[in-house]
């Protein structure tokens, strides 16, 4: 089965080509397809230079998710993976992404870390909301079948942040299994901005509520959810507050950007719901747009 790897990037020229060199030895029979932001740091013509790559997909957006659609548009793979910029795969990875799915619908895999104290990782992730189990896998190292991300019609390009959990919803409305094989490893060789990002609690809110009311609807489990979300949060706010490591006028505006976020997504997330009303539940998928690309070059 034909393998294809997408790899959206934004300003990561050193951290792509350790990707790209990870990927050229670990899975050189690979179509690789690289879709850049609007990057100011050389890395349309590094790309240009490599011959491991065998599409470049140049877009205005800034969005992870329009990237990420923008490759899926141009793999001709059975299998696609995604894989963050910031990360490179270890050796055994295409074994495991081939033997994951021979038999199931998506396959994803640990990050390991390597921290003063040792190497971490992280282990799967699953939740039961309004009776459906849903599994959670890494957005930075996840394979599907073709046909299934057919069925989802790709990434919702109205999320900023959240597209992966969102993706996770959705498959688990249609059946779709995800598997976690400790085999497919990714490491993380570079620090990802130096420090601690700063939260954007609208988006993070937004993000959340527009996905649950979007997927489930405005039921009362999900309404406890978002409000144990949005006061487990307050809480730890308040206790810096407390430790005067934050000021009272900022964790106010912390609560308005959070409140304001929650009555956006909700809005957003109820007319989606309207829109598209099939189990895919994708009103901004990859078949609403065909102007992703602002350049294409294709060796193949």
């Given amino acids: 089965m ?16 350790a990707c790209l060199d990870a990927l050229a030895e670990e899975v050189p029979d690979a179509e690789t397809i ?13 790309v240009r230079d490599r011959e491991d790559v065998d599409v470049l997909v140049e877009i205005a957006d800034r969005s992870v998710n329009v990237a990420r659609n923008a490759g899926l548009d141009r793999a001709t793979g059975e299998l696609v993976a995604l894989v963050s910029q910031g990360l490179s795969v270890e050796s055994g990875w295409a074994a495991a992404v081939r033997e994951g799915l021979a038999a199931g619908d998506v396959v994803s895999g640990p990050t390991h870390e390597q921290l003063t104290a040792g190497m971490t990782t992280e282990p799967e992730e699953s939740r039961t909301i309004a009776g459906r189990d849903v599994t959670y896998f890494n957005p930075g190292n996840v394979a599907f079948r073709k046909s299934v991300l057919d069925a989802l ?46 939260t954007d609690w609208s988006w993070k809110y937004r993000s959340l509520s527009y996905r649950l009311v979007k997927n489930y609807g405005a039921r009362p489990t999900v309404l406890r959810r978002l409000s144990s979300h949005a006061s487990r949060d307050s809480v730890d706010a308040l206790k810096d507050v407390v430790r005067g490591e934050t000021a009272p006028s900022q964790w106010l505006g912390t609560g308005r950007d959070v409140l304001g976020g929650l009555s956006l997504g909700t809005k957003d997330g109820l007319l989606a719901r309207y829109r598209d009303r099939s189990e895919r539940r994708n009103p901004n998928g990859r078949s609403m747009r065909a102007d992703r690309a602002v350049t294409v070059y294709d060796r193949r």
């Fill in 153 to 198: 019609d790709g990434f919702d390009e109205y999320l900023d942040i959240g597209g992966s959990r969102d993706v996770a919803h959705r498959l688990a409305a249609q059946d779709f299994a995800v598997d976690w094989n400790t085999g497919m490893c990714v490491s993380r060789k570079f620090e990802a901005d130096g420090g601690i990002r700063e």
């Fill in 34 to 46: 690289v879709v850049n932001g609007p990057s100011a740091d050389g890395t349309t013509g590094m």
């Fill in 2 to 17: 034909e393998l294809s790897v997408v790899v959206p990037t934004l300003n990561g020229r050193e951290e792509l080509s």
